[in-house]
């Protein structure tokens, strides 16, 4: 993803960039979190800086600082992006958009689980674009012109692709309570040897051996294992008693949590989040109606994210 432009003094993507790194006080944590290098966002910024003639950041301390010119600039830049997203979110309520067709591409579970109700909520909006929902469990089946627009993990090595970041997926390591009554309740990594695993195991995305936790790596065994090559049939597996999955996205598994079907486990050690992509071709991207349904789609997610992120936070204290 390109985040340069010629004019970058207007370009407003770059000044909300300049407020995350603000906010956050590192370049590292914003590039980790929208999918970009650290070595992208501060040339970027760095390239504001030189077009504007004004230092931006004082980056010669443990935490990246505004300067205090941008201070000033954050009060009155910022009010101008809240007007932009709100003015977005009126053009979409307000079924703005384009007609004719759109060919979707997805997973099999994500497709099942978060796509099909999406699709009849947009649909509402936009009667009159269609779509034409594609599943495949192998995403890089979607990038040889079968689709439009896909998702997947990413970024990828595709220059046929216009990527947009949309959210990091976290992934929660779990189990029924059936299974913990009767197998005991693992705490660290080490413990799992004395468990039953399910894997997912197909092409999504590939296997991952190790947990984190705070910067600590460590890797991990099972004393058996179930595999599968769906999502939604592991997560069947573990909801039948079946034994531990390590890796269930946050959106497969909030529901049970909730509901208190499944228990997250581990004391906060998991598997490396992932960055969840959507993409088009670059022919698909010049249509109103792509670009409508990408900014709708991108705006939804997050707003689902944040809220199911909340209900755990209140909840069990969860911080995610």
């Given at each position: ?182 197998m005991g309740v693992p705490k660290t990594p080490e413990d799992l040897k004395n468990h039953s695993a399910i894997v997912y195991s197909g092409k999504v995305r590939s296997h991952c051996d190790i947990l984190e936790l705070n910067g600590l790596r460590k890797t991990y065994e099972f004393n058996s294992e179930i595999r599968f090559n769906n999502i939604l049939s592991a997560k069947s597996a573990v909801l039948a008693g079946g034994g531990i999955i390590l890796d269930l996205p946050l959106h497969h598994c909030f529901g049970e949590i909730m509901r208190g079907e499944l228990v997250p486990l581990l004391d906060g050690w998991r598997i490396t989040p992932l960055n ?45």
């Amino acid at each position: 993803m390109k985040i340069e432009d010629n004019q970058k003094s207007l370009n407003l993507y770059l000044w909300s960039l300049l407020f995350k790194v603000i906010d956050e006080g590192s370049f590292s944590r914003v590039a980790t979190k929208r999918g970009l290098s650290r070595t992208q966002i501060s040339r970027a910024l760095s390239a504001l800086e030189d077009e504007i003639g004004h230092d931006l950041l004082i980056r010669s301390v443990p935490n990246v600082k505004p300067t205090l010119y941008a201070i000033e600039a954050r009060k009155r830049i910022e009010p101008l992006l809240k007007t932009m997203n709100a003015q977005l979110a009126s053009l979409n309520e307000a079924g703005i958009g384009d007609y004719g067709n759109i060919r979707f591409g997805a997973m099999p579970g994500f497709m099942q689980s978060q796509i099909v109700p999406m699709l009849v909520d947009f649909q509402r909006s936009y009667p009159k674009i269609t779509f034409d929902a594609i599943v495949d469990d192998d995403p890089h089946a979607f990038m040889k012109g079968q689709a439009d627009i896909m998702v997947f993990y990413g970024p990828v090595q595709n220059p046929l692709l216009v990527q947009y970041w949309v959210e990091q997926v976290e992934f929660f390591p779990c189990a029924s309570p059936r299974y913990l009554k009767n197998m005991g309740v693992p705490k660290t990594p080490e413990d799992l040897k004395n468990h039953s695993a399910i894997v997912y195991s197909g092409k999504v995305r590939s296997h991952c051996d190790i947990l984190e936790l705070n910067g600590l790596r460590k890797t991990y065994e099972f004393n058996s294992e179930i595999r599968f090559n769906n999502i939604l049939s592991a997560k069947s597996a573990v909801l039948a008693g079946g034994g531990i999955i390590l890796d269930l996205p946050l959106h497969h598994c909030f529901g049970e949590i909730m509901r208190g079907e499944l228990v997250p486990l581990l004391d906060g050690w998991r598997i490396t989040p992932l960055n969840h992509y959507i993409g088009c071709t670059q022919e698909a991207a010049k249509h109103k109606r792509i670009q409508v349904f990408i900014d709708w789609y991108i705006h939804r997610i997050r707003e689902q994210e944040a809220e199911m992120k909340r209900a755990l936070q209140t909840k069990f204290g969860m911080m995610i």
